[in-house]
């Protein structure tokens, strides 16, 4: 039977053939996808990605409410700003503050 350091050494030699054939691998799909996406004209915008980077979640919504110290919000779901539970705890109407 094997040592454990022996065991070790086989197991990282066969992490370092496995990073070798996913990288090979990973360069044959991608350039799969090029030529598909060549084939059928589609483009990176067409896949719901911003132009020259990663999509990472929503885009921001147009600012609709302007605060008393230039501070945007678009009214949107969520937690409301401080300025604007501020403003409505003071009896003010958020839609004075509209853009």
């Known amino acids: 039977?094997?040592?454990?350091?022996?065991?070790m050494s086989q197991a990282q030699a066969?992490?370092?053939?496995?990073?070798?054939?996913?990288?090979?691998e990973l360069a044959q799909v991608i350039a799969d996808i090029k030529a598909r996406m060549?084939?059928?004209?589609?483009?990176?915008?067409?896949?719901?990605?911003?132009?020259?980077?990663?999509a990472a979640g929503k885009a921001?919504?147009?600012?609709?409410y302007r605060g008393p110290n230039g501070e945007l919000w678009s009214g949107g779901p969520?937690?409301?700003?401080d300025w604007v539970k501020a403003a409505l705890a003071a009896g003010k109407d958020i839609?004075?503050?509209r853009i």
Do not use: C, N, W
């Not at 039977?1 to 065991?7: F, G, I, K, R, V």
């Not at 969520?78 to 700003?81: A, L, T």
């Open 60 to 64: 921001k919504a147009a600012a609709k």
């Open 38 to 54: 060549k084939e059928y004209g589609i483009t990176i915008e067409d896949l719901g990605a911003a132009s020259g980077r990663k």
């Open 1 to 7: 039977m094997a040592s454990y350091s022996e065991l």
């Open 78 to 81: 969520g937690r409301k700003p």
């Open 14 to 24: 066969l992490m370092a053939q496995a990073e070798q054939v996913r990288k090979q």
């Open 95 to 97: 839609e004075s503050f």
